[in-house]
């Protein structure tokens, strides 16, 4: 499958200067990181590697979405983070020298960057991009904890809802928000089975928490949507 940009797809500059890792570089600088970045293409459902595979470079999602995820013994595939547009996936192993821990696939057409690890080791010498990736890298470990903390410590309506929550915020609306996976992807991110999604959605429905028509959820009652956190 072909790669289909948006209207407004960015340019390789645009892309990094959106991106948290780029964000705040001087003009030179980023012309620095555009000059080793490899343009890749992808249709939707792609494999972009496999848990195993050498880390010898590392991602950034241009346009598109791309689903990290790992496969049970069994074949079950459980989702492990979801990246879009400006964010990095595959950098700790690449700057650890370690094999993928995971796989990668696009969940749509998407237009990744690459960046190898040698050529990015040597731009880490500038200290403005090394800040910045420690920033990143605080983030995620922030995010990865809270993560964690959802799947070991919380019942899957309070995953649901923290989710729920977390879109409202990310798409800055505190009416309704859209999912931008399926049911069953997001089912298998709150570490749950979609069966028992559909349950917890319907119950939140009768509840009069929010209204559920296809990918659009309509907050109703906000704050009792955070009480179930």
Request: glycine share 8%.
């Amino acid at each position: 499958m072909e790669f289909s940009p948006g209207k407004h797809s960015l340019t390789l500059i645009e892309a990094l200067a959106a991106s948290p890792l780029f964000h705040g570089l001087p003009p030179e600088q980023l012309a620095a990181v555009a000059a080793i970045a490899v343009e890749k293409k992808f249709g939707r459902g792609e494999t972009i590697f496999v848990e195993g595979d050498d880390g010898v470079g590392f991602y950034l999602v241009a346009d598109g979405k791309v689903k990290i995820f790992k496969l049970s013994a069994a074949g079950k595939e459980h989702i492990l983070h979801i990246f879009g547009p400006g964010e990095p996936f595959g950098e700790v192993a690449v700057f650890r020298g370690w094999a993928f821990p995971a796989s990668a696939e696009t969940l749509v057409a998407s237009r990744l960057l690459y960046f190898p690890r040698g050529d990015f080791v040597r731009l880490l010498a500038d200290s403005g991009i090394a800040m910045n990736l420690l920033a990143v890298m605080a983030l995620r470990l922030r995010r990865f904890a809270a993560r964690i903390e959802d799947l070991t410590l919380k019942e899957a309506p309070s995953r649901l809802a923290s989710y729920l929550l977390y879109l409202s915020d990310e798409q800055n609306n505190l009416d309704s928000v859209s999912l931008d996976i399926s049911k069953g992807q997001l089912a298998s991110l709150l570490g749950a089975t979609p069966e028992t999604l559909s349950r917890i959605f319907a119950k939140m429905s009768e509840e009069n928490l929010i209204h559920v028509r296809g990918r659009m959820i309509f907050i109703k009652d906000i704050d009792a949507l955070a009480a179930r956190r």
